[in-house]
């Protein structure tokens, strides 16, 4: 009788603790050309996408005149929507000539908490044409870090990329870590294996996420490209595609926020 008594005591406070982690939630979105040819209009449709998020990362960030200002001008229209957020917005990254972007996180204030303003992987800008912006969060106390990053095309090799970006994650990086962005690969490639191997798993699997410029017989998705890589200390809640293209007909429109679709991510932190 004690025992079962005690194996009921275990399971009440497993499902306890589970219970009292705190919840978070993180979007990764390729905002195509985000910059000054977003309107208004568009940035509150935008919002409306994301408001219900805890964290966003942005990929596309215009690197001249109108990325930076994009992002507040959205981080003002989420202020207005009933949460407080802030955000942050990288240097213009270390590439070739016309490839140079931004990355921007935007965040709710309430719960998640900043101890800098983030950084580039210099270590990488001579691998990757896009080096990737790292921003470490606060939640209870817990440190997690997130890296936003935006692969070179498909046909550039970033499998050289990933390959080089996997291993500076497992060799340096030491709290738990989720890389949100647009790889142009699919994470079913085997350049991910490394990843894997270390105990990364990936919010979405087998699931299109960039979108055609015509339906095809009312499919309007195209590669399984964007996704959110987590480490081993972080348990998934839920992951999924937000699919804001509701008709055929409204793909077009749908195209001017954005060719990709935001990926999230619900999870908690391991104890």
């Known amino acids: 009788m004690l025992k079962k008594i005690a194996i009921l005591f275990l399971l009440f406070f497993h499902c306890f603790t589970f219970s009292q982690e705190t919840k978070i939630s993180l979007i990764s979105w390729n905002i ?42 959205l981080t003002d229209i989420l202020n207005r929507k009933g949460a407080k957020w802030d955000y ?29 303003r ?11 044409d896009r080096e990737p912006f790292l921003l470490d969060f606060y939640v209870d106390d817990k440190q997690f870090t997130v890296v936003d990053y935006h692969s070179r ?43 894997k191997k270390s105990g990364y798993r990936t919010a979405i699997t087998n699931q299109k996420t960039t979108l055609k410029r015509r339906c ?23 992951g999924g595609v937000i699919d804001f293209i509701r008709f055929c007909d409204q793909l077009e429109k749908a195209r ?9 991510l619900r999870f908690s932190l391991k104890n």
Do not use: C
């Open 32 to 73: 195509k050309d985000f910059g000054k040819t977003k309107n208004n209009k568009e940035l509150n449709e935008i919002a409306e996408i994301v408001k219900d998020t805890d964290i966003l990362a942005i990929q596309e960030v215009v690197a001249g005149y109108g990325g930076a200002q994009a992002v507040a001008k």
């Open 118 to 128: 983030g950084w580039l992987i210099s270590e990488l800008d001579s691998l990757i």
């Open 153 to 195: 095309p498909f046909n550039r090799d970033p499998e050289s990329e990933i390959k080089a970006l996997s291993k500076f994650i497992i060799d340096s990086l030491k709290t738990p870590v989720l890389i949100a962005g647009d790889f142009n690969v699919d994470e079913k490639m085997p350049i991910f294996n490394t990843l």
């Open 216 to 238: 095809n017989r009312s499919n309007h998705l195209n590669h399984a490209i964007d996704n959110i890589f987590y480490s081993r200390d972080i348990r998934q809640i839920e």
């Open 88 to 116: 942050v917005i990288s240097n213009p990254t270390n590439s070739p000539k016309y490839v140079s972007e931004r990355y921007a996180f935007v965040w709710k204030t309430k719960d998640i908490k900043i101890k800098n």
């Open 256 to 264: 001017k926020l954005s060719d990709h679709l935001p990926v999230f």
